[in-house]
């Protein structure tokens, strides 16, 4: 197997793969946007190996595998800006829901215990003995 068909394979599998990670929900739209991008991009410079060696020359890399690496790098720096600025938007969202819970917690408490400061206690039943007094001297 040459290098050109394991990359279109590698492209389709990759794509394949994303394509079962969105329907379970296990990746957003969003995310698998660009990796499914990445996918397809491999799979044409797979199927057209030339394609590198001219973007290379009108880039003037000498190389072309030094140009997919740069390019590989790029995506890769991308992604992790964009991972970057998801999770501190993340890290806000969640620093606020905690802040609305310990608010609604204390809420809570604080009426809970003016109910049971206001509530009287309700009378014993006849069957019931008395609750006994906070005096231990008879």
Request: overall charge negative; charged content about 20%; hydrophobic content about 45%.
């Amino acid at each position: 197997m040459s290098g050109y068909a394991f990359a279109v394979g590698a492209g389709l599998a990759l794509v394949g793969f994303l394509v079962i990670l969105l329907r379970t929900r296990r990746v957003r739209e969003k995310y698998a946007f660009t990796w499914i991008l990445v996918g397809l991009g491999i799979c044409v410079l797979g199927a057209f190996p030339r394609t590198v060696e001219k973007l290379s020359t009108a880039v003037g890399v000498q190389t072309p595998s030094n140009l997919l690496f740069a390019v590989a790098l790029i995506v890769l720096l991308v992604v992790c800006i964009q991972l970057s600025v998801e999770i501190t938007s993340l890290e806000e969202e969640t620093r606020t829901l905690v802040e609305e819970v310990a608010l609604l917690r204390f809420d809570l408490e604080r009426s809970a215990s003016s109910r049971r400061e206001e509530t009287p206690r309700p009378a014993p039943h006849a069957d019931e003995p008395p609750a006994p007094s906070g005096d231990a001297h008879h």
